[in-house]
């Protein structure tokens, strides 16, 4: 078993809907949870960055953390087709003041038409 | 603009060549990374870098070698014994938790 589970899709959705983006994970010890942008033949980018349980919002995106349930979860409302990309979650057990290396999830492909 | 900057952006290397994949950093972030994306398969860890002159492997370093002679730069060695290099290699660095990873664009390797 991985320790960072996701659905790599593809999912496809309408301009304007609601899109839900989640991961599961094995290590409990996971404290720091983080959700990347990745562009065609780009390097990803920092989305959203969590710690612990709890929400998160950032304009149109919303990152949720379940620690009980081992369980993240990315939201975009109002999705527009430039949020057409694939979308990866990543966390980390480090408790120092470095991040230490990521675990990474597979990455789910969006497509957002309009 | 402070970045990671990755050359070349496409190689192409002959079976049993070895190659080095360019990574500098002017971000002067302690930690240095090197992934590799295959499709469907996400990131995987190559090597990482705390701090110059130190290294440790990551999950899939047999057939690649790395040094870190300089905070600026961590470039990739690809030897002739990784047997399937055809990949997109993805450097990134990182200084505190609350960052992240700064990534840079990729280089899209192929072996012909």
């Known amino acids: 078993q991985k320790e960072v589970e996701q659905d790599p899709g593809p999912l496809s959705v309408p301009e304007g809907a609601i899109v839900s983006l989640n991961c599961t994970y094995s290590?409990?010890?996971?404290?720091?949870f983080m959700w990347y942008r990745q562009y065609s033949r780009k390097g990803p980018e920092l989305l959203m960055y969590t710690y612990s349980s709890g929400n998160k919002e950032d304009g149109r995106f919303t990152a949720q953390v379940d620690k009980s349930s081992k369980y993240i979860s990315l939201f975009i409302r109002d999705s527009q087709p430039s949020d057409s990309a694939t979308y990866l979650c990543a966390m980390s057990p480090n408790r120092g003041s470095t991040l230490g290396r990521l675990y990474f999830g597979r990455g789910t492909q969006l497509t957002v038409w309009p | 603009d402070g970045g990671i900057t990755q050359s070349p952006k496409y190689l192409f290397r002959k079976e049993g060549q070895n190659v080095t994949l360019s990574c500098e950093q002017n971000?002067?972030?302690?930690?240095m990374y090197w992934y590799r994306q295959d499709p469907g398969q996400g990131l995987r860890l190559i090597y990482y870098s705390q701090i110059v002159n130190d290294f440790q492997k990551g999950d899939i370093a047999e057939g690649y070698s790395v040094s870190r002679e300089k905070k600026e730069s961590f470039p990739l060695t690809v030897t002739s014994a990784q047997k399937n290099p055809t990949a997109f290699y993805l450097c990134?660095?990182?200084?505190?938790?609350?960052?992240?990873?700064?990534f840079g664009s990729g280089t899209r390797l192929t072996v012909v």
């Open positions: 290590n409990s010890a996971f404290q720091y």
């Open positions: 990134a660095s990182s200084i505190d938790r609350e960052g992240g990873y700064t």
């Open positions: 971000l002067n972030h302690d930690a």
